[in-house]
């Protein structure tokens, strides 16, 4: 591993392509970004990494969008088990039982409006927090939608993108305190 560079990163580009889609699946469920990343290794820096995922969610259609929003569950129910979208959606951990049954209600009204998942970057926000943008974009155009959505994907795999290169194994965990 050259100095500076990180431990997840020489990971990734090392893997087999097998091990590196299955990793970029866990960051986005969009098989044409995740293809777009693998065409691009090895990275030499994780911005190069985060500057080609940017590229890649900038090119990605319609059909596209819709298969990387199918791999999020919606705000206020992770899957059970899995604790990225636990983690991601901390926020709504202590939310009130109101809270919860109006972002669950408008939730599906969002759903019914545009056809896909109230997507937001949940990581820090507070249950009140994604219950106000959700209030605000539910009365957006679908095309003005879909570059929030858009947006908001590219900061959720930036943040999957930098645990992903920050990641440790804990055998190198081991060798690093030697």
């Not at 590196?20 to 190069?48: D, M």
């Not at 940017?54 to 819709?66: C, G, S, Y």
């Amino acid at each position: 591993m050259t100095s500076g560079s990180k431990p997840g990163l020489t990971r990734f580009n090392t893997s087999d392509e097998s091990a590196a889609r299955a990793a970029l699946h866990e960051v986005c469920a969009s098989s044409a970004w995740g293809n777009k990343i693998i065409a691009q290794r090895p990275f030499a820096t994780a911005e190069s990494l985060f500057e080609a995922s940017d590229a890649a969610m900038a090119e990605l259609t319609a059909e596209d969008l819709a298969e990387a929003m199918a791999g999020h569950p919606p705000i206020g129910r992770p899957k059970p088990g899995d604790p990225t979208s636990s983690r991601e959606q901390r926020g709504m951990a202590g939310a009130s039982e109101e809270l919860k049954a109006e972002m669950l209600e408008r939730n599906l009204a969002y759903q019914d409006r545009f056809g896909h998942v109230f997507l937001i970057c949940a990581t820090g926000a507070s249950a009140e927090q994604m219950l106000q943008a959700l209030k605000e974009r539910s009365g957006n155009t679908p095309e003005r939608e879909r570059e929030i959505v858009r947006a908001e994907l590219g900061k959720i795999n930036r943040i999957r993108l930098t645990r992903l290169v920050e990641h440790v194994e804990p055998a190198e965990e081991e060798d690093d305190a030697r």
